[in-house]
């Protein structure tokens, strides 16, 4: 099998996989005490190290999509990572919400190539990491959907249908996610930033500094799961 990560620092169990390296990076360096570059191969920046409260934590980016996303996801797994939450962007399907708005995907409707690979039409998130990450994060939990595409290049029909089955945006890589995550048997959620609605959108310095943030109000959650009994 290729290798698409080449750790050079310890992988921690605990994860955040933003899909940026750039965002890898500041998320590192503010949620990391003394971040390690922990993997540059492929571009895909990611970091090692442990937070004030003492938590080992790895931040590696996914780069975008979800054949790149599951791949990452996989190696990391094969590396002894065991909670992971997805850190990305999402296009609203519903206008009741906002850019800024903050999404824990309980559920996602897999249009992408990834899930139609795995025979996997929708994966659902893991219950306790999901609900510490809402806790977290003060996001709310939501079904969600993925394709290969940004939304405005996506059929009109599917958006309908999708709408029909009751998710409220739509993404890149959430979906792969949690289909590699549940076929590995590992605990993985996603949180998803609203960037982008019929109520405006973000420009992108907003939406960095919105994804930095919650990548730091994450990690009580991380470590919340892994003091937890059993």
Request: hydrophobic share 55%; with cysteine; aromatic share 2%.
């Amino acid at each position: 099998m290729p290798r698409y990560l080449r750790p050079t620092a310890p992988i921690a169990a605990d994860a955040l996989l933003p899909a940026d390296p750039g965002l890898a990076m500041a998320i590192a360096q503010r949620a990391l005490v003394k971040p390690l570059m922990a993997n540059h191969h492929h571009g895909l920046w990611g970091y090692s190290g442990t937070t004030a409260s003492g938590l080992a934590l790895t931040i590696q980016a996914t780069g975008i999509g979800g054949p790149s996303a599951a791949a990452v996801l996989g190696e990391l797994a094969g590396h002894g990572a065991r909670r992971l939450i997805g850190i990305g962007r999402c296009a609203a399907l519903t206008d009741e919400l906002r850019p800024g708005d903050r999404l824990v995907a309980a559920e996602a409707l897999g249009a992408d190539g990834v899930s139609a690979a795995l025979g996997e039409p929708g994966s659902r998130a893991d219950a306790a990491l999901a609900g510490a990450a809402a806790a977290a994060a003060g996001a709310t939990p939501a079904a969600v959907a993925s394709a290969d595409l940004p939304v405005a290049a996506i059929a009109p029909e599917l958006i309908a249908e999708w709408r029909r089955r009751g998710a409220l945006a739509v993404d890149l890589e959430t979906a792969a996610l949690l289909a590699i995550g549940a076929r590995l048997e590992i605990a993985v959620a996603a949180v998803l930033i609203v960037s982008e609605s019929t109520r405006g959108r973000l420009d992108d310095d907003a939406l960095e500094a919105e994804l930095v943030e919650l990548g730091a109000a994450l990690v009580p959650a991380l470590g919340a799961l892994e003091r937890a009994p059993g």
